[in-house]
């Protein structure tokens, strides 16, 4: 239904308004229909016991807490330059670019126009009775146009809402991004320095290993050992070499992989540390389990995705009901471009049309449905997310109690294993224990050294996954979001 704006009585426009008002009042209400809620319901503690209570919770840039500057070189190398990181980010501006474009639909739109009409016969088709009446009504015009949709039924508004939660999203989905790179920079990082020292460690095992083939073979010259004796410290060298070659490999891909994360070739990352005698191990005070749902970034990206959905669905129900649009005009107009200026020219329209779906197949019910489907979808997978990340944070807590166990428990088998070597040593100085014996007891304290090591950088790595299951850490610059209710 279409008209134009003509003269009539006040009160009787008024009253026809006010009707118009009231019936969208109530009608819009029926797009607030009631939609499932989500239960972020959490336990009141971790099943995991945690030391230390008193501890801060950590910060957003939780890696300075290993005390490690060049680890901090790299992590801000890498959030500059991680190739998926900027994908995060751009992805970010897309987001907010479709959030403007969506709210810009609640507003009119004007535009200048410039327009030539030919028409023939001039009085319109029919109105020509001989050729020689046959004549051509040109007609120009410029002027303004605005059109306006407006949104009886919040319709505008809640996709407007909508983009703007997926915008949220977004930003949320960009610090899930930051949070693995960092975590995969300190991984990647710990691991190249636990590798170089495993790889040292090997390599006193094989002058080990070396020297007693030596020595047996010596005693073999002398009489006092077997062509079997020899054989075997051949097989125990090879073996040797085969798992130093191993870590040597792993230490460099584990390399390469962190000049990946950071952005650049593996010929251009140059490390400076050695080992893991620089980086200390942090403690950790993991919150309660309700702090996850604005600690985690992935629970809060579901959330927006979720507030979303809800308000995808209100903005589909109000799209069943009619849509109300105005349109003007008002320019200069003239069957002739000279007489534009002519203050007869000037002409303006002013219409509204009301128009509401009569049939089309089920399209926008369909629309809603899968809406509906969609909003019920992120709603179970925002509850199993939240269930992931209690055990995440759990294995993470067992991991980190454990490890420090193991790690305590190699520590004594290490102090043990330098106690039986310097007996040995001074045994073999005084000649109570031959020199096979010595070597045997050197190789022992090797392998204690090596699995120390190992059980450290597990420690460590259980450390970098708690920090990565909680979240990354609290704010500093904005504050702890998890105070904000």
Request: hydrophobic share 45%; aromatic share 6%.
């Amino acid at each position: 239904m279409r008209w134009a704006v003509v003269r009539a009585n006040p009160q009787r426009r008024f009253a026809w308004w006010l009707a118009l008002a009231q019936a969208a009042f109530h009608w819009g209400c029926a797009t607030e229909e009631p939609l499932p809620a989500a239960d972020p319901a959490a336990p009141s503690a971790y099943r995991n016991p945690v030391a230390a209570p008193g501890l801060p919770r950590p910060r957003t840039d939780w890696w300075r807490e290993f005390s490690s500057t060049e680890l901090d070189r790299l992590q801000e190398v890498a959030l500059a330059n991680n190739r998926d990181l900027q994908v995060a980010i751009a992805r970010v501006a897309q987001a907010d670019a479709q959030a403007r474009i969506a709210d810009a639909a609640r507003y009119p739109s004007v535009e200048a126009f410039g327009r030539r009409e030919a028409l023939a016969p001039d009085d319109g088709p029919g109105s020509a009775a001989t050729r020689s009446d046959w004549r051509s009504l040109n007609r120009y015009q410029l002027g303004l146009r605005a059109n306006y949709e407006a949104d009886l039924w919040g319709k505008q508004g809640y996709a407007a809402e909508s983009a703007l939660a997926l915008a949220v999203a977004s930003v949320h989905q960009r610090e899930a991004a930051a949070l693995t790179l960092t975590a995969d920079v300190a991984t990647a990082y710990l691991e190249v320095l636990s590798l170089g020292d495993r790889v040292s460690i090997s390599e006193r095992g094989l002058q080990n290993r070396r020297n007693a083939l030596g020595a047996v073979r010596k005693r073999l010259q002398q009489g006092d050992a077997t062509a079997l004796e020899t054989a075997q410290q051949r097989v125990a060298l090879a073996t040797a070499e085969s798992a130093a070659a191993t870590l040597q490999q792993r230490r460099e891909r584990a390399f390469n992989r962190l000049a990946v994360l950071t952005g650049v070739a593996p010929a251009e990352l140059k490390l400076q540390a050695r080992g893991l005698a620089g980086v200390a191990v942090p403690a950790i005070h993991p919150g309660l389990p309700s702090e996850l749902l604005c600690r985690r970034p992935d629970i809060r990206r579901l959330e927006s995705q979720l507030a979303a959905a809800q308000f995808d669905v209100r903005s589909l129900r109000a799209n069943l009901l009619p849509s109300f649009s105005l349109l003007g005009e008002i320019g200069l107009g003239s069957r002739h471009l000279a007489a534009l200026s002519n203050p007869a020219s000037l002409f303006f329209l002013a219409a509204g049309t009301l128009a509401q779906t009569v049939f089309d197949a089920g399209r926008k019910e369909g629309q809603l449905e899968l809406a509906r489907a969609r909003h019920l979808e992120l709603l179970h997978q925002y509850s199993g997310t939240l269930l992931t990340a209690l055990r995440e944070v759990e294995d993470s807590l067992a991991g980190t109690r454990l490890t420090e166990e193991q790690h305590r428990a190699l520590a004594e088998a290490l102090d043990s294993s330098r106690a039986s070597y310097a007996l040995n040593r001074r045994s073999f100085e005084i000649g109570a224990v031959d020199y096979p014996a010595l070597l045997d007891a050197e190789q022992r304290l090797v392998a204690s050294e090596d699995a120390s090591e190992s059980a450290l950088h597990d420690r460590m790595r259980a450390a970098i996954d708690l920090y990565r299951s909680l979240g990354g850490g609290t704010r500093v610059a904005d504050g702890d979001p998890c105070a904000k209710g």
